[in-house]
């Protein structure tokens, strides 16, 4: 079965530091990857999305980058981090090649800015 | 563009008592979709999906039908229980726009009292 790892689960990080959060996806391949944020009491918000090995589209224009080196790793970055890059990052993935297929989410990042 | 409504929350219900959340939905192809759960602290679980008009998705009590004549999938559930409290999102994806297209509500928060 399928399975997808976020981590870490937590993380308290000084405004201007650097970000680096790790997705990863098992027992599937070429999976369509997804990043999300969520502030608190929110919706999602997609930032990233990839289709292939180096592929990324970004939503939001931002401070945050995406990166897929391999096919079932996903990873989002930051040179310097804002305060408003507080909230909770969440990993996603799709496999198949049609619309019925269900998006499949990891147990997120919270990430918070001092 | 496409587009998913949901009711406002908070929803606040005693046990037992019978749950509607509604959901509508705009999209340009033939969409499917579906209903995700996010428990507190955690990432977003599928609940239930419905690929065509009429078909209804259930699981765990929950159940939602896709009415494509009012453009709706409203979820349902005949006695909610206080393990039920938890943020629901009713989501769609489009034919037309696979890769990328995964349109998710603003979600809606249900409490359940004991």
């Known amino acids: 079965s399928q399975t997808i790892h976020q981590w870490p689960a937590t993380l308290v990080q000084p405004v201007g530091s650097p970000l680096s959060l790790e997705c990863t996806v098992e027992g599937t391949s070429n999976p369509n990857l997804y990043w999300y944020r969520q502030a608190a009491g929110r919706g999602l918000q997609l930032l990233f999305y990839?289709?292939?090995?180096?592929?990324i589209s970004s939503e939001v224009p931002q401070n945050l980058s995406a990166s897929r080196p391999q096919d079932r790793q996903f990873i989002l970055s930051s040179k310097k981090l804002l305060l408003s890059d507080s909230g909770f990052y969440l990993c996603?993935?799709?496999?198949?090649?049609?619309?019925?297929?269900?998006?499949?989410f990891g147990d997120g990042t919270r990430l918070s800015i001092l | 563009g496409d587009s998913v409504t949901q009711m406002e929350g908070p929803v606040t219900l005693s046990e037992e008592a019978f749950l509607t959340i509604n959901c509508t939905y705009t999209?340009?192809?033939?969409?499917?979709l579906f209903w995700y759960v996010q428990y507190p602290g955690e990432g977003l679980q599928l609940l239930l999906k419905?690929?065509?008009?009429?078909d209804k998705g259930s699981n765990k009590g929950f159940e939602a039908t896709y009415r494509k004549e009012t453009t709706s999938f409203h979820l349902e559930k005949g006695s909610v229980q206080v393990s039920d409290s938890a943020v629901y999102f009713c989501?769609?994806?489009?034919?037309?726009?696979?890769?990328?297209?995964?349109?998710f509500g603003p979600g809606t928060r249900l409490s359940v009292l004991p």
């Open positions: 996603a993935w799709r496999g198949g090649s049609n619309s019925n297929q269900p998006q499949h």
């Open positions: 990839s289709v292939g090995i180096g592929q």
């Open positions: 419905a690929t065509k008009a009429d």
């Open positions: 989501a769609l994806s489009d034919e037309w726009n696979y890769g990328q297209n995964f349109v």
């Open positions: 999209a340009t192809g033939y969409p499917s």
